[in-house]
Structure formats: C-alpha cells, structure tokens
C-alpha cells in the first residue's frame, strides 16, 4: 500500500501523458496531472497519518516548482528535469549524512535489520550516493536524446526497474552480514 501511495505521482503522469489526445500537448496534460496527483498524495496523508515524511514534501516542492514552470512557460525541459533534481537531492543528502550526524543515513534506515561495520555502512552509503548520480545522468540522458514517449517509459519503467535492481544487489551485499538467530535447543544437545 505504501509503495503505491509513494508511487501515486509518478503512475498519474504515465497514464495521463498515454491518454488519447494531441501527442503535442500530452507531456503537458501528464504535468498537470502529476501536480494534482501529488497535491492528493500530500492531503491523504496528513488525513490518514497526521504526518507528512521529508521525502513526500522535497518531491511534492519539485513537482510543483519544476512542473509549475513547465506549465506556466510551456517548456518541458522543466519536467524533464524533475527526476534528476530528486536523485541529485537524494545523493547529497546521502552524501552529507556521512558528515553530520553520528550514522551515515543508509544506517539510521536499516540497522534495526542488520549490524555491520562502520566502514561497511559508510561503503554502502557511497554506494546510494553513486547510485543516485548515475540515475539522474541517466534521466538527462534519455530525456534530451529520445522522444518523449521514451523519457516517459523509461522514468517509469527503466528507473523503477534499476532502483530494484539495485536494491537487490544491496540486500545480496549486505546478507552476508546478517545473523541467524541461535536456536535455545542447540546448546541443550551434546
């Protein structure tokens, strides 16, 4: 249920930039959904929760900031670069955790699941702030050397599916450092 809540915006925009119309207008009736998408998200979660979490907000200000001037001045070059501010965002702030604070923020998220070195956490959370760079390039990439339509497939399919891949390959990395918990009976046998 969350991952559809978080998700919300991002499916809005597909189906509306796919809904029958004029192919010039479409990456522009999309924005506006995702704007609206994300003002719903926003609402329904302070009704359902009273809260609203940091990440909601920054990309909830970048929809409407980057997406408002995409409307307003009818350039799509500002939607465009909506993901890329996000992932850029993410890797600072993922970056500066390493600094401020006494845990990197990859750390503060998981180590309720798993224990590992400091040097291992600090290693995994450079690793999100290399994966967070490489997608926005990658969103710059296929937004200013591909059609539209494939901006829009790949922001939903192709960033989804190597934010997946990823975490995959993050969890591999880090099962190794999980522990099984000691079975009671084993120390009666013997």
Do not use: C
């Not at 922001?155 to 995959?168: D, P, Y």
Request: hydrophobic share 55%; proline share 4%.
């Amino acid at each position: 249920m969350k991952f559809l809540i978080d998700f919300f915006p991002v499916l809005a925009f597909f189906i509306a930039f796919y809904v029958p119309g004029d192919r010039e207008q479409a990456i522009y009736v999309a924005t506006a959904a995702a704007i609206i998408a994300s003002t719903l998200q926003m609402a329904g979660l302070w009704l359902l929760k009273h809260k609203i979490e940091k990440m909601h907000v920054i990309t909830f200000l970048l929809i409407l900031l980057l997406g408002g001037a995409t409307l307003l001045l009818h350039d799509k070059t500002f939607i465009k670069w909506k993901p890329t501010a996000v992932n850029w965002l993410f890797a600072v702030v993922f970056l500066g955790s390493q600094f401020i604070g006494e845990k990197p923020l990859v750390q503060r998220m998981m180590e309720q699941a798993v224990q590992m070195p400091r040097p291992v956490w600090l290693r995994l959370n450079l690793s999100w702030v290399g994966f967070f760079l490489v997608m926005g390039v990658a969103n710059l990439y296929v937004a200013f050397n591909f059609s539209d339509a494939i901006w829009v497939n790949f922001k939903m399919f192709g960033i989804l599916g190597l934010t997946l891949v990823f975490v995959v390959g993050q969890s591999l990395f880090m099962a190794r450092y999980i522990e099984e918990p000691k079975n009671a009976d084993e120390g009666e046998k013997g």
